[in-house]
C-alpha cells in the first residue's frame, strides 16, 4: 500500500510516500480502505522527535484520524483513536494509546485497528468531514461534557479559535445550549468563531483580554474555560466565576506554570485534567453530530502526497479547523 511515512525524526521534510507492507488482521482486528486522513497537533510532535515521550520505533506511519470502508463488511466506517481505554470512565487504563504512534496511523490506503474502534460514519457528512472529527471532536467532547459538565445557559471560554479542537467545541456548545466566547491573536479567526456559534470574541494581542472577558459577563465570570495552551492557566483561571470549572489538555504555550494557592481553595474552582475520550464518550459525540446541522470546519484538503505540505501549514498557524489528506 502507499503511505505517508516518517524513517527518521525531523523537520516536515522527512515525511515521504512510499510502499509500506499491507496490514495483516489479528483476531478480533478489522482492515478499513481509508478514503480520508486528517491531521492533529499531535501528529508534528511525533515526527518532530524532541520529546522522548513522543519517539516510537521507526519506520512509522503517523495519523490519528481517518474514514473509509470496512474491508470485511464493505460498511462505511470512521475510526475511534482511542486504543485500550478500559472500562473506567474517569481515565484511561494502563496501556492507553493514541492511534499513529506507537501503532502505525491513517496517513495510508490501509489501516488495521480492533473491531471495537470502528464506528458507523455519519450519513450526512462528507469522507473529508468524517475523517475530520475523531480525535478532535472526541477531545472536545470529554472537555466540555464529560469532565466540566457544561449545561445549556452557562458561558463557556474557548482560548485559542482557530484549532480543530476548538473550532468543534464552539460547535458543540452552541449546540448544547451555552453562550460561548472564543479568544484568539487574529481579528479574522473571531470573527469565523463567530460564525460557528461564538457570541463574543476577544483578541488577547490587544489589551488585557481577562478583563475583557469579564467585561463581557458583566464581571461575574465564565462557568467554565477550556485551555489547551497550558501556560495560561493563571489567567484562565482569572475568568472563571467562584465555582467555576477549568478543562485542561493541552500545553501548546508552555508546559509549566506558577498558581497561587490560596486563590484556587478560595474560588472554590475545579481543574480538570483531560485527553482524548472513552468509546462512550464518542458514542455520545456521534449522537451529537446526528442531531445536529453543523459540519466540521475543514481548512484545507489535500491528496497524501503532500502529506508535507499540511504539516507545514499546520506549524505555522495559518489554518482555521482541519487537514484533510485525500487517500481515495
Request: aromatic share 8%.
Amino acid at each position: 500500500m502507499q503511505a505517508a511515512i516518517i524513517h527518521e525524526y525531523g523537520p516536515p521534510s522527512v515525511l515521504g510516500l512510499g510502499e509500506f507492507p499491507d496490514p495483516k488482521p489479528g483476531p478480533g482486528e478489522v482492515v478499513v480502505e481509508l478514503r480520508a486522513a486528517a491531521l492533529n497537533r499531535r501528529d508534528t510532535y511525533l515526527r518532530g522527535g524532541a520529546n522522548p515521550a513522543y519517539r516510537f520505533p521507526l519506520p512509522l506511519v503517523l495519523g490519528s484520524d481517518g474514514a473509509g470502508i470496512r474491508r470485511d463488511t464493505g460498511e462505511e466506517v470512521v475510526i475511534l483513536p482511542s486504543l485500550g481505554w478500559g472500562e473506567r470512565e474517569d481515565a484511561p487504563a494502563d496501556g492507553f494509546r493514541i492511534l499513529g504512534g506507537p501503532d502505525n496511523g491513517t496517513y495510508a490506503e490501509l489501516i488495521k485497528v480492533p473491531a471495537e474502534n470502528v464506528y458507523p460514519k455519519p450519513k450526512r457528512l462528507s469522507w473529508a468531514e468524517a475523517a475530520a472529527f475523531p480525535l478532535a471532536g472526541l477531545t472536545a467532547y470529554r472537555a466540555l461534557f464529560s469532565r466540566a459538565r457544561l449545561e445549556a445557559g452557562e458561558t463557556v471560554l474557548v482560548l485559542g479559535a482557530g484549532s480543530g479542537v476548538t473550532t468543534f467545541a464552539v460547535s458543540l456548545a452552541h449546540q448544547a445550549g451555552a453562550h460561548v466566547i472564543v479568544t484568539s491573536s487574529s481579528d479574522e479567526k473571531l470573527e469565523r468563531a463567530r460564525e460557528l456559534g461564538a457570541e463574543a470574541g476577544v483578541n488577547y494581542t490587544a489589551g488585557d483580554w481577562v478583563e475583557e472577558v469579564r467585561a463581557l459577563t458583566a464581571g461575574a465570570g465564565v462557568d467554565v474555560v477550556v485551555d489547551s495552551a497550558g501556560a495560561t492557566w493563571p489567567d484562565s483561571l482569572r475568568c472563571l466565576r467562584p465555582g467555576g470549572r477549568l478543562a485542561v489538555f493541552g500545553a501548546t504555550a508552555g508546559a509549566e506554570v506558577t498558581l497561587g494557592v490560596r486563590p484556587i481553595y478560595f474560588g472554590q474552582f475545579s481543574i480538570l485534567g483531560t485527553t482524548m475520550g472513552s468509546p462512550r464518550d464518542f458514542a455520545a459525540l456521534l449522537a451529537a453530530i446526528e442531531r445536529g446541522s453543523w459540519t466540521p470546519v475543514i481548512d484545507s484538503v489535500r491528496p497524501l502526497a503532500e502529506t508535507a505540505a499540511a504539516h507545514e501549514r499546520m506549524e505555522a498557524g495559518a489554518h482555521f479547523g482541519k487537514l484533510v489528506l485525500d487517500v481515495s
